[in-house]
């Protein structure tokens, strides 16, 4: 679901920004039909929960998203920004086990504690790429 996009050097993994507003809009849409057909209370709580879900969910959509660049890496999300390491923190990539989680890149740092990046809903060729940017970025 998730789509990696490059530009100026850098790679940005995010969800569908087209997604996320849809979801926002059947909210929105689904808040005013209920009051304005004035449904018994039930159908409008019920209504109003399934509004703030999608709300949530298309919020979550646009405002998350992970930007690797030749510096470092940061991730933001709808609370802002989560995580900021540069690559000279980052001794090297956790080789993949078979305990080892595809959806994450495990990446073992300097100080002996680890940090992830989040890989799922990209397809394999798309991990591929990050997984080389990264080494490449560690190479330097």
């Known amino acids: 679901m998730r789509a990696l ?69 940061y991730v933001e999300s709808i609370y802002g920004e989560e995580e900021r390491r540069g690559w000279l923190q980052v001794r090297q990539i956790v080789s993949g086990g078979p305990n080892t989680d595809p959806d994450h890149l495990v990446l073992q740092l300097r100080n002996s504690s680890e940090a992830t990046i989040d890989l799922s809903g990209l397809g394999p060729a798309e991990r591929a790429r990050v997984v080389a940017f990264v080494k490449k970025q560690l190479t330097r």
């Open 5 to 73: 996009s490059e530009g100026d050097g850098s790679l940005v993994i995010a969800g569908p920004t087209w997604l996320g507003l849809a979801f926002i809009a059947i909210a929105v849409v689904l808040t005013i039909l209920v009051l304005v057909l004035q449904r018994p209370r039930p159908v409008r709580l019920g209504s109003f929960l399934g509004a703030i879900i999608l709300l949530v969910a298309g919020w979550h959509l646009i405002g998350n998203k992970t930007t690797l660049e030749p510096r470092g890496y």
